[in-house]
C-alpha cells in the first residue's frame, strides 16, 4: 500500500504538539467498520489497537448503533448529571443482572466521570477516606491514568514527568516476575509493612492491574493475585483492581480478576465499559464502603446517557449466553499460535511473547524494532501501537468481535512486518 502523508493542515497548525497516535498513523480516517477503519483517501485498515481497547465490539456495532441511534431520534435524554433517568435504570438493571448478580459480586456503582482516571482517582479518594491514610501501594510498570492522582501510582518515568510537580502519596512494589523468580513473592512489600523502622507509612490500599496493558502485556499469574488479596486481608488494606483496558472482556471473562477467583474491594472500569467508544467510567466497590456524602465527588459529565443506552445493549447483547468468553478464548488460542510461529521463525532468540485472551505483545531484545515493525505494520494495512517502558514490545488489542479470517489477515501483516524488520 503506498500512502501519502497529508499536506500541511490545520492539525499541525492548530493543534497541540502533544498529539502522538497520528503521528505514528500519518492518514485522516473517515470512516470505520467492524475491525477496519477507512481513510479519506480510500485507504483500508484492519484495527488491531481496537481504540485502545474501548471498541471491544469492533467499530460502528449494529446493534449498539441501532440503539443509539432510536434513543437519540425519540429525543431521549443526553447529559443528567446523576439525574436518575430511564437510560441509566436500565443499564444498572442489566449490569446487576447480567455482570453483577451472575458472579455473586457485592458491589455498588458510581458513576465518577466519563475517564479511566477519574474512576482511578475516585478509587483512590475512596480508599483513603474509608482507611484514614493516604499511602497507596502500586506497582512497577503500572500505568492508571494521566491526572495527578492516577500518576502517583503510574511507573512509567516519562509520564510522570509530565506532571510538573513531585507525585506524592504513592510507594511502588515489584509486579510479579519482576525479579525472574528470584525473589518469593511479596518478600520486600510484607518486610516492609512489618519493619515499624522501614519508613513505610501504613497504606490505605493497593492498587493493581491483572495484566499491564501500557506496561509491556504483563500477565500477574493468577496465585500471585490471590497472594496479594491474602496480604490485603491480613494487612488491612483494601485491594483495587484497576480494569479499565482489561476488563469488559478483554482476558475472557468480563472482568480479568476472575480467573483468579479473588473479589477485589474496589474495582474500576472504563473505555469498552460503553461498548460504543463513548465516554463513560464505573467506580465499584463493596457496599460498606460506600461512606460517601451526597455531592463529595460529583463531575459534569458522569451521566452520559447515550453511553448508557449502548452499554446496556453491549450487556445484552453478549454477556447473557456464556458465548463472547469462549469466542475471545478460542481467539486468544489462534492468536498465540501464530506468535508460536513467528519466534519459530526468529529462530526463537531476540524476542517473546505473553498475553491473555486477546491482549497480546511480542517483547524485542533491539528495543527500537517494535516502532519500526509496527511502522512497517501501518504501510501494509494494519493498526498496531508499541508498549512497554521503553516502547519495546508490539501490542496486539484486535475487538473482541473480531473473526477468525480478520485475526489471520492481521497476523500475516505482523509476520511480515517482523520479518521485513530484521
Not at 360 to 374: K, L, M, N, P, Y
Request: hydrophobic share 40%; glycine share 10%.
Amino acid at each position: 500500500m503506498t500512502i501519502t502523508p497529508p499536506a500541511l493542515s490545520v492539525f499541525q497548525t492548530l493543534e497541540s504538539e502533544v498529539r502522538s497516535y497520528c503521528r505514528g498513523w500519518p492518514a485522516v480516517f473517515d470512516r470505520a467498520q467492524g475491525s477496519y477503519l477507512h481513510d479519506e483517501d480510500g485507504h483500508t485498515y484492519l484495527d488491531f489497537f481496537a481504540g485502545a481497547g474501548s471498541l471491544n465490539y469492533g467499530h460502528n456495532n449494529p446493534v449498539l448503533k441501532r440503539a443509539l441511534i432510536d434513543y437519540l431520534e425519540r429525543d431521549g435524554i443526553t447529559h443528567g448529571l446523576d439525574m436518575a433517568t430511564a437510560a441509566k435504570r436500565a443499564f444498572l438493571e442489566s449490569f446487576e443482572n447480567v455482570v453483577l448478580r451472575p458472579r455473586d459480586l457485592p458491589y455498588k456503582v458510581m458513576f465518577p466521570g466519563p475517564t479511566g482516571t477519574n474512576a482511578v482517582e475516585a478509587a483512590l479518594k475512596l480508599a483513603r477516606k474509608v482507611k484514614g491514610r493516604e499511602a497507596i501501594v502500586s506497582f512497577t510498570n503500572a500505568f492508571h491514568g494521566m491526572s495527578l492522582g492516577s500518576l502517583a501510582v503510574t511507573g512509567n518515568a516519562f509520564k510522570r514527568a509530565g506532571a510538573g510537580i513531585p507525585l506524592v502519596h504513592g510507594t511502588p512494589m515489584p509486579f510479579d516476575n519482576y525479579f525472574d523468580g528470584q525473589v518469593p513473592d511479596f518478600l520486600w512489600f510484607e518486610r516492609l509493612l512489618e519493619d515499624q523502622g522501614s519508613g513505610l507509612n501504613k497504606p490505605a490500599a493497593v492498587i493493581v492491574e491483572t495484566v499491564q496493558g501500557e506496561g509491556g502485556i504483563n500477565v500477574a499469574r493468577p496465585e500471585w493475585l490471590r497472594a496479594l488479596k491474602d496480604l490485603c486481608e491480613r494487612q488491612d488494606m483494601l485491594l483495587i483492581v484497576d480494569d479499565i483496558q482489561m476488563g469488559c472482556g478483554r482476558t475472557g471473562g468480563f472482568f480479568s480478576f476472575e480467573e483468579a477467583g479473588i473479589t477485589p474491594d474496589i474495582v474500576t472500569l472504563s473505555k469498552s465499559i460503553s461498548g460504543y467508544g463513548l465516554p463513560m467510567s464505573l467506580c465499584l466497590f463493596r457496599a460498606e464502603l460506600d461512606i460517601w456524602e451526597p455531592g463529595e465527588h460529583n463531575g459534569t459529565f458522569r451521566g452520559n446517557n447515550p453511553a448508557f443506552v449502548t452499554a446496556a445493549a453491549a450487556l445484552n447483547t453478549y454477556w447473557t449466553d456464556g458465548q463472547m468468553e469462549k469466542q475471545t478464548l478460542a481467539r486468544g488460542e489462534q492468536v498465540e499460535r501464530a506468535l508460536l510461529a513467528i519466534v519459530d521463525e526468529e529462530g526463537g532468540q531476540g524476542l517473546s511473547f505473553r498475553g491473555r485472551g486477546l491482549v497480546w505483545g511480542i517483547e524485542f531484545d533491539d528495543h527500537s524494532r517494535a516502532g519500526r515493525i509496527c511502522s512497517r505494520a501501518f504501510e501494509l494495512g494494519l493498526l498496531l501501537e508499541t508498549s512497554g517502558p521503553e516502547s519495546e514490545v508490539v501490542k496486539l488489542l484486535p475487538p473482541l468481535t473480531v473473526s477468525p479470517d480478520e485475526l489471520d489477515e492481521g497476523l500475516r501483516i505482523l509476520a511480515r512486518a517482523v520479518r521485513e524488520t530484521a
